[in-house]
Nanobody, 123 residues
């Protein structure tokens, strides 16, 4: 499975961005997707996830109400809509997949990782 994240960029505080994560290759089984981010000098942290089985979503408290994770009907592309962005949202954002019907907020439970996309929020 190969994952490609895109959609990052520079935006002013209060603005919006929509990230995409496209899966290709042997997309066998159930792929639950998570978004993680890593800010300069900080550890990677969980942002949001969506379960394959029922589409149930999970968010970190820092983004709940501002970010929305979703997927297309074919379940090969996932999205992270980010609204009301804050400077502290600045980070490299990664999408990750785990072969499981259930999502997780633990990065070590994900099997596949895409290259990140940089989101910069100016104040």
């Amino acid at each position: 499975v190969q994952l490609q994240a895109s959609g990052g960029g520079l935006v002013q505080a209060g603005g919006s961005l929509k990230l995409s994560c496209a899966a290709s290759g042997r997309t066998f089984g159930s792929l639950s997707i998570g978004w993680f981010r890593q800010a300069p000098g900080k550890e990677r942290e969980f942002v949001a996830a969506i379960a394959w089985s029922n589409g149930v979503t999970d968010y970190d408290a820092s983004v709940e109400g501002r970010f929305t994770i979703s997927r297309d009907n074919a379940k090969t592309t996932w999205y992270l809509q980010m609204n009301s962005l804050k400077p502290e949202d600045t980070a490299v954002y990664f999408c990750a997949a785990r072969v499981s019907p259930k999502s997780s907020d633990l990065d070590y439970e994900y099997n596949y990782w895409g290259r990140g996309t940089l989101v910069t929020v100016s104040s």
